[in-house]
Nanobody, 123 residues
Framework: VQLQASGGGLVQPGGSLRLSCAAS????????MGWFRQAPGEEREFVAR????????MYGDSVKGRFTISRDNAKATGYLQMNSLKPEDTAVYYC?????????????????WGRGTLVTISS
């Protein structure tokens, strides 16, 4: 089982980034996928979650209206489009998958995790 997050980098405030999460070693479409982030000294924070089919999504309050989660099951890849980025979005972003049904927003409910990709928002 492997999840590989990529696409992080340094962006100015107001800019955009698109993160990708490539899955392998398991049946990606059988799992809901989530994105979390963790800033230095902070707890891991829920960012977004998407259902197995991609039909349903939910977001953390701090990113609603700015971030969009999506997935391509044929490519076994998930995405996080991040717009209107703010300095407080700076963190390591992790993708994860869960077999748990429902609005899963806590890290311990996710089964597999990627290594994370660093996003830095700074001028």
């Amino acid at each position: 089982v492997q999840l590989q997050a990529s696409g992080g980098g340094l962006v100015q405030p107001g800019g955009s980034l698109r993160l990708s999460c490539a899955a392998s070693g398991f049946t990606f479409r059988s799992y809901a996928m989530g994105w979390f982030r963790q800033a230095p000294g902070e707890e891991r924070e829920f960012v977004a979650r998407i259902s197995r089919s991609g039909a349903g999504a939910m977001y953390g309050d701090s990113v609603k209206g700015r971030f969009t989660i999506s997935r391509d099951n044929a490519k076994a890849t998930g995405y996080l489009q991040m717009n209107s980025l703010k300095p407080e979005d700076t963190a390591v972003y992790y993708c994860a998958v869960t077999n748990t049904v429902g609005g899963v927003t806590t890290p311990h409910q996710y089964d597999y995790w990627g290594r994370g990709t660093l996003v830095t928002i700074s001028s």
